[in-house]
């Protein structure tokens, strides 16, 4: 349990001679202060009882305001003692400093986004934003403390999310799963009390569907392959993106375009995912090799980036990368979608199509170990999961059982 105490911070001394009054926490030999705003000369400080002695002339105030500050830190210290396994003074203090503060919802919000935007998770930062507005427009514009959220609150959110703004339940299901979090968060650093929490027992229940995903199949695979494009242009470019990934186990269009001619060893493609940080490595097949080739041309030095999207950004700032990455991707789905006119394939083209595309074709005949492998899965579970989508033999066979006589 930490330790909690009220120093006069002497290394802290004001011109004035005056020094801070702090609150000290301390835990596994770590220590962090919080300052009460008040600061007094060390001769009216007895060092031993913590307190302020009757030579001040505010003693009996400060003394009041030092006994209140203990308590309350006591009492928040049981209380994560009492819920957490482990908790560090960090997470002490803050949740101390938020004690009785009247934090709003989208201030609390401003915060994690704030903190999504520092560590440069643009792509994290920019879908909460977007989501955070609609809650707002859904309030009129107005801000909102977390005691005021509750069910019907959530009910009518919904509703508005389908009716007004058109979502479909996956989309409505992301913007509850964000309104949660938040609201766990402002729980844990003590803004709000849980017995305000609107997602607990009989209230509002967040049930994640599998959704319906849709692969290509190999033939369509192969209609991409052999459309005839001018070399060199954007329709060109945008297909042979799309069939490196689709080559590489559906890896991310993000993480393919970062990937640099150095990530390229003996025959092996070694690269770091964005989403979570994994180190990865897989063969280079023979087909991405050859799309390597129409590239190797344009190559500058040993960092610089295969393909051109990204070879005009800032490679020291995140946010620029971010946006060069996001506008070629949105190019890409554009032209994505011509090629899917022109071949005849009727499913919705677009760069997230070829992961899917991999475990459509991949179906059960690959074994599930290797293919967690191969999605960079951290689950066996997500992969099985996820590969569900794209199993039909036995259900078709059951299928044709009963209806083929």
Not at 46 to 68: A, F, Q, Y
Not at 151 to 161: D, H, M, Q, R, T
Not at 378 to 403: G, M, R
Request: charged share 30%; glycine share 4%.
């Amino acid at each position: 349990m930490a330790s909690i105490k009220i120093v006069l911070r002497k290394s802290k001394k004001r011109k004035d001679n005056t020094c801070p009054l702090a609150l000290r926490i301390t835990k596994d030999r770590k220590s962090t202060f919080i300052y009460l705003g008040k600061y007094i000369e060390e001769k009216h400080w007895d060092e031993t009882s913590g307190k302020v002695l009757k030579s001040h002339p505010n003693s009996v105030r400060l003394n009041n305001l030092i006994l209140k500050k203990l308590a309350e830190t006591n009492d928040t210290v049981i209380e994560l003692d009492t819920k957490e396994e482990f908790v560090s003074t960090g997470e002490i203090k803050n949740k101390i400093k938020r004690r009785g503060k009247n934090v709003t919802f989208f201030q609390l919000a401003g915060e994690r986004i704030e903190r999504y935007e520092r560590k440069g998770t643009f792509s994290v930062s920019n879908a909460e934003k977007s989501i955070l507005n609609n809650f707002r427009k859904f309030l009129g514009g107005s801000d909102i403390y977390f005691h005021e959220i509750n069910s019907p609150l959530i009910e009518k959110f919904k509703v508005f999310c389908k009716g007004e703004l058109g979502h479909k339940p996956r989309t409505i299901t992301n913007h509850l799963i964000i309104i949660r979090t938040l609201f766990n968060l402002a729980i844990k650093e003590g803004i709000v009390d849980r017995k305000y929490y609107p997602f607990a027992g009989d209230n509002v229940k967040i049930r994640i569907g599998s959704g319906l995903k849709m692969g290509l199949t190999q033939e369509e695979i192969r209609k991409i392959e052999n459309l005839e494009l001018e070399s060199n242009t954007s329709i060109w470019h945008a297909r042979n993106i799309w069939l490196f990934s689709f080559y590489f186990a559906g890896v991310r269009i993000s993480d393919v375009l970062k990937i640099k001619w150095s990530d390229f060893k003996d025959g092996r493609l070694y690269y770091q995912m964005d989403k979570n940080d994994k180190p990865v490595t897989l063969k280079i097949p023979d087909k991405a090799k050859a799309i390597l080739k129409y590239y190797e041309p344009e190559k500058r030095f040993d960092k610089d980036f295969v393909f051109p999207d990204l070879k005009h950004a800032d490679p020291n700032n995140i946010k620029d990368i971010f946006t060069k990455t996001r506008t070629a991707a949105r190019r890409f789905n554009k032209y994505l979608k011509k090629i899917a006119e022109i071949t005849g394939i009727e499913k919705n083209l677009s760069n997230h199509i070829a992961r899917h595309s991999f475990g459509n074709i991949a179906g059960d005949k690959i074994n599930p170990l290797m293919l967690q492998k191969l999605y960079r899965h951290s689950n066996l579970k997500t992969t099985i999961n996820y590969q569900a989508n794209f199993i039909h033999k036995e259900a078709d066979d059951a299928l044709d059982a009963v209806v083929d006589f």
